[in-house]
C-alpha cells in the first residue's frame, strides 16, 4: 500500500492521533495525549492507538509504574508541619538549645513526636545531641538554622504530593519518606506509551489533513444529502479484527449429527436404549455364551444396585435357556451347557449398542425394518491414546425378506463412502451373534484401521424373537472415526475440555 493509499484510510481519531505524537516528540503516554488536548476519553485514545498499531504506524509498549500518594501520617505533616522541623522551630525560638526536658515541657509538641523528631534532627544534620550531666541536649547546627527559614527536600515532595496525587516520584528522593510509616502510599499502575513508527513517521511527513470525514453512512446522511459534501471514508479490508469464536457444536455433535443425516437419508428410522441393561437383553438374547470373556468382570463394567434385573416373561427366558442349552427349534446344537439364570440376571451397563437393535427386533419381529442408534457404550478399558472406557457405537439392522450379505458390504461401502472414505474393506470375522461375521477397516494414511464389527444375526438369535428373514447387523465405533476425521493422534482429546482445541480442530473430508 502507498502512503497516500494509507492516509486514505486513515480515521479521524487515527490522523489526529498521529499528528499529536508527531507534536510529542515521535512518543507519548496515553495521560499525556489526553492532557494536550483534541481527544475527550481515553478510550477515544486507545481505540485509535490499537487501529494504528494493527496498519504499523504506531508501537504500544506497556510499562509498570509506581505512584505515589499521602497517607495519613502524611497528611498530619501537610496541616502541621514535620516533626523534626517543629521541634527545629522551638529550639531556635529558645536560642538555638534545649534540654530534652525542656522541649517536652514547654514546646507543645508530643513525646512520640519529640522521639521521632530527635532521630532526624540528628540524620538530617539539623541539630547536635549531647548528653552534659544527666541531661540531654539538643543544639541547633548551622545547616539547621539555614534549613529552618526554607522547605526540605522531604517537605517539597509531601506538598507535591498533596497537590498531585497519584504522581511519579524518583525513588531515591522518596525513599526518606517511605521510610517513616503512614506518610507514603503506593500503588502499581499500567502506563500505555505509544510510539510512531518509521513507516508511522513517513506517514505523517506525506501530509495529513483533518476533515470531518462520515465513517458510517445512516438513512439521515442520504435523505438531507450530507453525503454529497463531506468525505465518506474508505473500507480498509485488510484491518485487523479480533476472531469472533461463536457458540459452536462440539466436534464430536457435529459427527454424530452427520453420522444421523446420513442414515435417516437412506431410510434409516433411529432408535434408543437404556444404559442400564441385564445381562439377560445385552447378552444372553444374543447368544453369548455365559462363560464367554466378554462377561467378565475385567471386561464388563456391573452394577451392584440394583444388583438384579428379573426377566419378566418367564417363557422367553425358558425359550433363550433352551436355545442355549441345546438349540431348541433353531437347529443348533446350542452351547452344550447348563444356562444359568442367576447369570441373565446380572445387571451391566450396556457393552454394546446391539442390546438397542435386538430388542427392536422382539417388539417389532415384522419385516421390513431399517433403524439405527448412535449411543454410548461401556467396557472396562484401560485409558489410552487410542482406548477409551466410554465410547459411542454406530448401530443399525437392515430386517427384510432376501437381504444377504452383499448388501451389506453395500450399505456399509455407501456410508463409509458418505463419511468421506472411499478404500474400505472386509475381513472375516466372529461375532456369537452373527454368521456370517465380518469386520470393517479403512485405509487412512497408509494404514489400515479397524472401525466395527458386522454380520448376518444367527437363527439362534432371530428365531426365539419370532424374525424369520434375515437380519443385516452392524456395530461401528464413533470415536475411531472422529480421530481420522479431525486427524487426532490421542482419541482422549475427543474429551477433554480444552477450548483452544475446540477453537480449531476441523473436519477433514
Ligand atoms: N456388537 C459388536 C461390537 O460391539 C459389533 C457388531 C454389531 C458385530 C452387530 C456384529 C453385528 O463390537
Redesign the pocket.
Known sequence: MSLNEIVDKLSLNEKKLLLLLERLGGEASIEEILKSGGFRQQVEIMNASSWLKSKKLVEINELTKTFYSLDKEGLQFIKKGLPEKRVLLFLLKNQGCATLDEIKRKSGISSSEISIAIGWLRKKGWADISKEKDKVVIKVTERGKKVAKTKDEDEKILEYLYKNPDSEVEESRINNLKSRKNVIKSKLAKVYIIRLTETGKKVVKSGIRIEEEISQITSKIIKDGSWRRAKIRAYDIHAFVPSVYGGKQHPLTFLIEKIRKIFLSMGFEEIEGNFVESCFWNMDVLFIPQDHPARDMQDTLYCKKPSKIKVEDRELLKRIADVHENGADTGSIGWRYRFSKDECEKVLLR????VN?IRYLYSNPEPPCKVFSIGR?FRRENLDSTHLPEFY?I?GIVHERGANFRQLIGLLKEFYRRMGFERIRFRPAY?P??EP?MEVEVFWNGKWMEL????IFRPEVTLPAGVKEPVL???LGLERLAMLKFGLKDIRNLYIADLEWLKNVGFKV
Open positions: 457393552t454394546h449398542t446391539t437393535t457404550v457405537q448401530e461375532f451373534y452373527t461375521s466395527g464389527g458386522s454380520g447387523a452392524w456395530g
